[in-house]
């Protein structure tokens, strides 16, 4: 079946350090999902990409979906201690239900 | 009022009990979904509906069943739970049409302990 590998597993930052997290899939797929999970929070949607070679930013952070549709970014810029917390990457295939990474936690030290 | 709302949201229970989750929504989503999180480990799919009448297993089904009472309802069962049940328990919703298409909205999870 399909799956989602994601790393690094965690990431410990200085404030004001960039981060990245990588999303790899299996399959090729038809869309892929950022979500942020914030300590003793639930998963929270944050962006959706669709198309090849699709970048999306918002403030800090810039989203990137592969020419082959088979892997994805997530990039901070100069980190805050506001955005800890555990980075999910999920995606389909089609009319299935996502599949998600294992994520990426990340600490801020200020 | 939360849109996905999930109870018990703490439970302590022993090893061989029958436990029942439940999860309602108000969104008006035609999906739903029960994850579990465990450490490490992701969010894995247990059972997924994409409408009343349809119910499918997802990556690790066995031990749970599920029962989708109401479009805005779909509880999760451990019939005899066992320790290595113990994790934490999202219920999500999403639907297939407009713009948010397959979006997840998360509940606020239910953590379970099995003695």
């Known amino acids: 079946g399909q799956q989602v590998m994601q790393i690094p597993q965690y990431q410990h930052v200085q404030e004001g350090e960039d981060f990245t997290t990588y999303c790899n899939s299996s399959?090729?797929?038809?869309?892929i999902q950022w979500y942020k999970q914030r300590p003793g929070g639930h998963p929270v949607f944050l962006i959706q990409?669709?198309?090849?070679?699709e970048v999306k930013k918002q403030k800090r952070l810039t989203f990137q979906f592969g020419e082959a549709k088979k892997n994805s970014s997530l990039h901070i810029t100069a980190t805050q201690t506001t955005d800890v917390g555990t980075y999910f990457c999920?995606?389909?295939?089609?009319?299935?239900?996502?599949?998600f990474g294992k994520g990426t936690r990340l600490s801020v030290i200020a | 009022d939360a849109d996905v709302t999930q109870t018990p949201r703490n439970r302590i229970t022993k090893t061989g009990k029958r436990i029942m989750l439940e999860c309602s929504q108000t969104?008006?989503?035609?999906?739903m979904y029960w994850y579990r999180q465990d450490p490490g480990l992701g969010l894995r799919l247990i059972y997924y509906?994409?409408?009343?009448?349809?119910?499918n297993k997802g990556e690790i089904s066995d031990g749970y069943s599920v029962s989708r009472q109401a479009q805005a309802k779909f509880s999760l069962s451990l019939e005899s739970a066992i320790p290595n049940q113990t994790a934490l328990y999202f219920c999500?919703?999403?639907?297939?049409?407009?713009?948010?298409?397959?979006?997840?909205?998360f509940g606020a999870g239910s953590r379970l302990t099995v003695l």
């Open positions: 399959t090729t797929l038809s869309n």
């Open positions: 509906s994409f409408d009343v009448k349809d119910i």
């Open positions: 999920a995606g389909t295939s089609g009319n299935t239900p996502l599949v």
């Open positions: 969104k008006g989503h035609d999906r």
């Open positions: 990409l669709v198309k090849s070679g």
């Open positions: 999500a919703t999403s639907t297939a049409y407009l713009s948010g298409a397959n979006v997840l909205t």
